[in-house]
């Protein structure tokens, strides 16, 4: 079983800059991969970004060049350095974690709110 929890989030200003955390507990495996999606209200969840534990990782496109997601083993924790913020980031953001082994788990947080907004 895996605990995920989100922090960092708040109210920032159009071109600013958050840096989410999501500390897991319980045992994260080398095959797990690691995540965040974003979902604003009436909308599905998507994914924003993923990392391996090989240090692998993934954007969607309108994110990319803007976040950074970035992940401590050693911590089991992760991270999303969010840059050059837009209105269109406004959503709660998830942190997942995805296990393929037979068949596939998804562990999710309880999400952190991002609004970006003057």
């Known amino acids: 079983q895996v605990q995920l929890v989100e922090s960092g989030g708040g109210l920032v200003q159009p071109g600013g800059s958050l840096r989410l955390s999501c500390a897991a507990s319980g045992t994260i495996f080398s095959i797990d991969v690691m995540g965040w999606y974003r979902q604003t209200p009436g909308k599905q969840r998507d994914s924003v970004a993923s990392i391996t534990s090989g240090g692998k990782a993934d954007y969607a496109d309108s994110v990319k060049g803007r976040f950074t997601i970035s992940r401590d083993s050693t911590k089991n924790t992760m991270y999303l350095q969010m840059n050059s913020l837009k209105s269109e980031d406004t959503a709660v953001y998830y942190c997942?974690?995805?296990?393929?082994?037979?068949?596939?788990?998804?562990?999710w947080g309880q999400g952190t709110q991002v609004t970006v907004s003057t």
């Open positions: 997942n974690v995805r296990r393929t082994l037979f068949g596939t788990v998804n562990y």
